[in-house]
């Protein structure tokens, strides 16, 4: 549980957003455990070159249009001898006319978003037609995520519990069960996963992206990531600067912070993208809010959790509307200002009809819950992932409860919650092998790095330091609501965008949009 950054689909479009229930933001580290950056050297050592060296063998996917294959990587990139990995590829070959500019990798973040999934229903399909004409629209599912040898940790009814268990404990007891909680989570994923448990990092990921950027064919990678995917790109730029080409790093991460600077900042992210939502409700007849101010919107959300805390309420299913879920569902519609008339909605029958439904629809689809009560893989390995990337925010209740103020004056309305869920990788099974640093991948070509002034998941300043550090980074900022930029409804960030990957001028540095 925690705050981690991931994919939801709300109001039939797909964002990416954070996983509430699994902990802080994440960072890498080089094989030697420091925290220093660091790059590859530029000769591929021996014992990788037949991975550089294997042919892809496409084949149909299912889905008209695209093509699947699977390509192989070391488990232990250190230790290539001891066995590989199989990771899922896909791609959507350029449409043309036009000149064709290569390969243009997506991903979506999470870390748990499966890049291929987003690849088919959106970005070779969504993408602006003169980029989809010109480049071959691919993805990789990470290791450990989705079709790439997934981690798994709980079964459906197993999870149903961790996500409903309580995550702003009252007293002893409750915390106890918290902390058990993530216990049984952790030992869940090491019992069913514990093989490739130690070999998810973002440097390892990072890694595979090479691997493919050889395999398609391309000197340099382009790459738009989005996200936690702005730290993969800038991760894969630190390891390989002169491989680097146009990269998009959209909604990004600070990888120069601890996960417990992280998470509070995060925290403040999402009170800021509350209270621009509940400014918009409170103007409305039926803002089931009330009237008044934002602040006093937020008083009236934390009193409706905490009515939930003592007594759940029915959703027309077998399971009930506690705080935990109630509190997913919102944070949910946090991540596009399309989704605040469905959590408006969601709100008005939970807290006047005393009906959940609505709210239960959104933390479902947050957590990738089908109807049948199983769970897609993401919540596993963004846990997998993020806890191998960083030292965890807390290591024991006690660190939690001094903490509390502080995120408690970052968020009124989410603060406990978050600050609790900041405590999973605490008993996570495999140390973590990342430390924060920044990046400034030197030598590399330009990039260009997008903040949304009131993004929830990844605040603005984020952005503002990742720009900073890259030596090559130029700084593209959207004024407005919700998590990323590109493809949201701004011409001037699309056109910016595009005129950088299909003619390589990367923004004036400061470009307002």
């Not at 130690?198 to 090479?210: F, G, L, W, Y």
Request: glycine share 10%.
């Amino acid at each position: 549980m925690g705050t981690r950054l991931r994919n939801i689909r709300t109001g039939g479009s797909l964002l990416v957003a954070a996983a509430l229930l699994v902990s802080g933001c994440s960072s890498g580290s080089s094989p030697s455990d420091d925290d220093t950056e660091y790059a590859l050297p530029t000769q591929t050592p021996k014992e990788l070159q037949p991975y550089y060296d294997q042919k892809l063998s496409w084949r149909d996917c299912g889905v008209p249009g695209f093509q699947c294959a699977s390509m192989k990587a070391p488990l232990d990139y250190e230790k290539p001898q001891e066995g590989d990995i199989k990771l899922a590829v896909a791609r959507k070959k350029a449409t043309g006319p036009g000149k064709r500019l290569g390969s243009l990798l997506v991903n979506p973040g999470g870390p748990g978003g499966s890049a291929i999934e987003y690849l088919q229903s959106y970005a070779a399909i969504g993408y602006p037609e003169p980029v989809r004409a010109q480049y071959d629209m691919v993805a990789v599912d990470p290791r450990g995520v989705a079709r790439s040898e997934p981690v798994e940790c709980l079964d459906g009814k197993a999870m149903d519990a961790y996500t409903e268990t309580d995550t702003t404990p009252d007293d002893q007891a409750e915390t106890d069960l918290l902390v058990a909680a993530y216990k049984k989570f952790s030992r869940g994923c090491e019992q069913k996963s514990g093989k490739v448990l130690p070999h998810v990092s973002t440097v390892a990921a990072a890694r595979d992206m090479d691997v493919l950027r050889e395999v398609l064919g391309d000197q340099k990678l382009q790459y738009v990531g989005a996200s936690y995917g702005t730290f993969l790109g800038a991760t894969y730029a630190s390891l390989y600067p002169s491989r680097t080409g146009r990269l998009v790093l959209d909604g990004a991460m600070d990888p120069s912070l601890p996960a417990r600077q992280m998470n509070l900042e995060q925290t403040e992210g999402f009170e800021t993208a509350f209270q621009s939502f509940a400014e918009d409700c409170v103007r409305r007849k039926d803002c089931p809010l009330g009237t008044g101010t934002p602040e006093e919107a937020g008083k009236r959300l934390k009193a409706f959790f905490r009515s939930l805390d003592k007594q759940p309420i029915p959703t027309g299913m077998d399971r009930e509307l506690g705080e935990s879920l109630a509190t997913t569902g919102v944070i949910a519609a946090m991540y596009d200002e399309a989704a605040w008339p469905q959590l408006r909605d969601g709100l008005a029958t939970a807290i006047e009809d005393k009906d959940g439904a609505g709210l239960l629809f959104l933390a479902d689809s947050y957590y990738e819950r089908d109807g049948d009560g199983k769970y897609a893989n993401l919540m596993f390995a963004n846990a997998a992932v993020n806890c191998l990337d960083l030292p965890p925010a807390f290591t024991s209740p006690d660190e939690v409860k001094k903490a509390l103020p502080e995120f408690e004056k970052a968020s009124p309305v989410f603060g406990e919650g978050l600050a609790w869920a900041s405590l999973n990788c605490a008993y996570w099974p495999v140390r973590a092998t990342g430390e924060p640093h920044a990046i400034h991948a030197e030598g590399a070509a330009p990039m260009v790095v997008v903040g949304t002034t009131r993004d929830p998941a990844t605040p603005y300043k984020w952005a503002e330091a990742l720009a900073e550090q890259l030596e090559t980074g130029s700084l593209l900022t959207y004024n407005g609501d919700g998590h990323t930029a590109y493809g949201r409804g701004s011409d001037c960030v699309d056109s910016a965008i595009n005129r950088y990957l299909l003619q390589g001028k990367a923004p004036a540095d400061a470009k307002k949009c």
